[in-house]
């Protein structure tokens, strides 16, 4: 069953690699509980089918980068781009894509939240196994107060500006 507006996100573990040791995080991926993450903030999630893909690098994380402070400006108090890659692939791709200070990159290796969330994607056909579909949303203390699912093959509802204009 897929997750709905005010429902209750479902905890998970996801992993987000540090390329220094800071605040107690060890250098490379460290294990995060979603239920302690969104504890008392206001997070704008987005998913992506993959790191590094044609659409997911040229316009959905680009476009959160150039509107994190926005969104920031808005109330949120952090930005997570999540997909069911490793944190070592997540790392590289945040990079690559110059997010430091503006978004946190979370891997969802296993799709196990995702799968929680109801938000799964069989890629299998292609090669690719089991990804997450292409969605945002908007968690206010971990309750889901936004949420936009793109129709197969789609990149229209769950871009930064759309956010943006939900807040």
């Known amino acids: 069953m897929t997750i709905k507006v005010g429902d209750r996100v479902p905890?998970?573990?996801?992993?987000?690699?540090?390329?220094?040791?800071?605040?107690?995080?060890?250098?490379?991926?460290?294990?995060?509980?979603?239920?302690?993450?969104?504890?008392?903030?206001?997070?704008?999630?987005?998913?992506?089918?993959?790191?590094?893909?044609?659409?997911?690098?040229?316009?959905?994380?680009?476009?959160?980068v150039e509107q994190a402070q926005a969104l920031k400006d808005k109330g949120v108090d952090e930005i997570w781009c999540v997909a069911v890659n490793d944190a070592f692939v997540m790392g590289a791709w945040g990079r690559d894509q110059k997010t430091a200070g503006k978004l946190r990159m979370l891997a969802d290796g296993s799709a196990h939240w995702t799968r929680a969330l109801g938000l799964e994607l069989d890629l299998d056909a292609r090669g690719m196994g089991v990804r997450s579909q292409r969605y945002s949303v908007l968690l206010k203390d971990g309750v889901v107060a936004q949420l936009n699912i793109e129709a197969p093959g789609k990149f229209e509802v769950s871009d930064a500006a759309t956010m943006l204009s939900q807040i």
């Open 11 to 64: 905890d998970g573990t996801l992993t987000e690699f540090f390329e220094t040791e800071a605040n107690g995080c060890s250098l490379g991926p460290n294990a995060f509980q979603v239920a302690d993450l969104v504890k008392g903030k206001t997070i704008a999630v987005f998913a992506v089918p993959g790191a590094f893909t044609p659409t997911c690098s040229a316009k959905h994380l680009p476009g959160y």
